[in-house]
T-cell receptor, first 117, second 114 residues
Framework: AQSVSQHNHHVILSEAASLELGCNYSYGGTVNLFWYVQYPGQHLQLLLKYFSGDPLVKGIKGFEAEFIKSKFSFNLRKPSVQWSDTAEYFCAVNAQNYGGSQGNLIFGKGTKLSVKP | NAGVTQTPKFRVLKTGQSMTLLCAQDMNHEYMYWYRQDPGMGLRLIHYSVGEGTTAKGEVPDGYNVSRLKKQNFLLGLESAAPSQTSVYFC?????????????FGPGTRLLVL
């Protein structure tokens, strides 16, 4: 079965520190990859997504992610975090043509990011 | 556009009671989804629908039923609530299921089963 692993449960950083959140998936075929963010008390919002082409994807609020097919990874990065980036971040994968998933996403368990002012 | 809306925002049930959660979207999306979110578990798919009149089981369907009588609405029912169903429920919709479609989420319904 497909699975998505997010290595860090909780990351604590000071403002201006650099961020990298790990995400690995288990499916060997064609995938579409997503990072969603959930700010405290809010619903999930799309940060960025990868379908094809350039493996370095830029999203909103200065976030970017790099798809490395050989490592089955899609890590999220930001050069300098702000207090307002405090949120929970979810990696999600859709494996095309896998068991009739028809667009269903498999989510990782999430990484909580706390940014200290 | 309101996007995806959910009713109610919060509900407390006693074990054995039933209730229906309503999800509505005004984006004319074909696909709709119900997830539950539990601490440390991420989001898990309960049921989904690929179009009006269709439903299918997701990862954790037991104890839930769904209906998609109208394209814009997706209802999630709990026939006999159990404490294990205490969770935050999110509805989402997407234009289609090609795999690369972004899912748009509602604000969530917080359910407490006593």
């Amino acid at each position: 079965a497909q699975s998505v692993s997010q290595h860090n449960h909780h990351v604590i950083l000071s403002e201006a520190a650099s961020l990298e959140l790990g995400c690995n998936y288990s499916y060997g075929g064609t995938v579409n990859l997503f990072w969603y963010v959930q700010y405290p008390g809010q619903h999930l919002q799309l940060l960025l997504k990868y379908f094809s082409g350039d493996p370095l994807v830029k999203g909103i609020k200065g976030f970017e992610a790099e798809f490395i097919k050989s490592k089955f990874s899609f890590n999220l990065r930001k050069p300098s975090v702000q207090w307002s980036d405090t949120a929970e971040y979810f990696c999600a994968v859709n494996a095309q043509n896998y068991g009739g998933s028809q667009g269903n996403l498999i989510f990782g368990k999430g990484t909580k990011l706390s940014v200290k002012p | 556009n309101a996007g995806v809306t959910q009713t109610p925002k919060f509900r407390v049930l006693k074990t054995g009671q039933s209730m229906t959660l309503l999800c509505a979207q005004d984006m004319n999306h074909e696909y709709m989804y119900w997830y539950r979110q539990d601490p440390g578990m991420g989001l898990r798919l309960i049921h989904y629908s690929v179009g009006e009149g269709t439903t299918a089981k997701g990862e954790v369907p037991d104890g839930y039923n769904v209906s998609r009588l109208k394209k814009q609405n997706f209802l999630l029912g709990l026939e006999s609530a159990a404490p294990s169903q205490t969770s935050v429920y999110f509805c989402a919709s997407s234009p289609g299921g090609a795999g690369g479609e972004t899912q748009y989420f509602g604000p969530g319904t917080r359910l407490l089963v006593l």
